[in-house]
């Protein structure tokens, strides 16, 4: 279910930034205490460009106040200011968008057919992991998500991938 008011269940939160093609996305994601090696998405909310960094920034700080944000975990590429004036109220944790990203979006990939997570009854989150395509190295057979046409939104499904791995694997939570 989605997070109460005043919740203090521990929430990473992965947020993916975009500026004009894409969405601005958060994802928050708890344990399941009763199957540890569950994530749970309960917390999804996107920004249509074009954003406002500071709505998005008052948004992250409400939730910070309200629950138990633990880290939030970020790319990095547009970033980095935003978390360095919320490194006063959360732990930020920059997510490299390389090989941990790739090792990250594989782990939601077997978590979702593994049917070790749930999805949160949100439309976006929903639609953008529908959209979502599969690309995979052949030199180490990593994978990442990818759009699966250029008008199609992945940011809810990346900002997931990225929660989910520092919740269940970074953090063990």
């Not at 993916?16 to 969405?23: K, Q, R, T």
């Not at 917390?43 to 920034?57: N, T």
Request: proline content about 5%; hydrophobic content about 45%; some cysteine.
């Amino acid at each position: 279910p989605p997070l109460g008011e005043g919740e203090r269940t521990p929430l990473v939160l992965g947020v993916d930034a975009g500026l004009f093609n894409d969405h601005f996305a958060i994802v928050g994601v708890t344990r399941d205490p009763a199957r540890a090696a569950e994530g749970i998405p309960r917390i999804a909310r996107e920004w249509l460009p074009p954003v406002d960094f500071g709505e998005v920034e008052a948004f992250i700080r409400a939730l910070v106040a309200q629950h138990n944000v633990v880290q939030l975990a970020y790319d990095p590429y547009q970033l980095e200011d935003m978390a360095q004036r919320l490194s006063d109220v959360v732990w930020c944790a920059s997510f490299d968008q390389g090989k941990k990203r790739a090792v990250a979006d594989k782990g939601l990939r077997d978590a979702i057919v593994q049917r070790r997570t749930r999805r949160l009854d949100h439309t976006e989150l929903r639609q953008h992991l529908a959209n979502a395509g599969i690309k995979t190295s052949r030199d180490d057979g990593a994978l990442r998500i990818v759009k699966r046409a250029p008008s199609k939104k992945v940011d809810c499904a990346v900002a997931f991938s990225m929660a989910l791995h520092a919740a269940c694997v970074d953090l063990n939570l």
